[in-house]
């Protein structure tokens, strides 16, 4: 079974927003243990974190960075996690990607995750 799967990326003009996906295997989702977070990685560059969320308690953690442009939410009955970009600039260009973790103690540390989905690609254009 898919654990995580990712959908929403697409080409944008520099200034647009875009709503990205993360579809969670149900028995991952439900568990009081599994933060999902998003990361990103640009061409020549290591992955970074951007946003994550608990999908049973809710809390939410940002990249200091991202925390005024990106925002993390969840869809409880769907299973979904869901990363809305607004303002978006050239250098968000990147792979993003979503994923899984039990008692995730730094949620934006990609090295805290197990499972991870394909990525899906945004591209800014100025």
């Known amino acids: 079974q898919v654990q995580l799967e990712e959908s929403g990326g697409g080409s944008v003009q520099a200034g647009g927003s875009l709503t990205l996906s993360c579809r969670v295997a149900?028995?991952?989702?439900?568990?009081?243990?599994?933060?999902v977070g998003w990361f990103r990685q640009a061409p020549g560059k290591e992955r970074e974190g951007v946003a994550a969320?608990?999908?049973?308690?809710?809390?939410?953690y940002y990249a200091d960075s991202r925390k005024d442009r990106f925002t993390i939410s969840r869809d409880n009955a769907k299973k979904m996690v869901y990363l809305r970009m607004n303002g978006l600039r050239p250098e968000d260009t990147a792979m993003y990607y979503c994923?899984?973790?039990?008692?995730?103690?730094?949620?934006?540390?990609?090295?805290?995750?197990?499972?991870w989905g394909q990525g899906t690609q945004v591209t800014v254009s100025s």
């Open positions: 969320i608990y999908t049973v308690g809710g809390s939410t």
């Open positions: 994923a899984a973790g039990d008692w995730v103690g730094s949620p934006i540390d990609l090295y805290e995750y197990n499972s």
């Open positions: 149900e028995a991952t989702y439900n568990s009081r243990s599994n933060c």
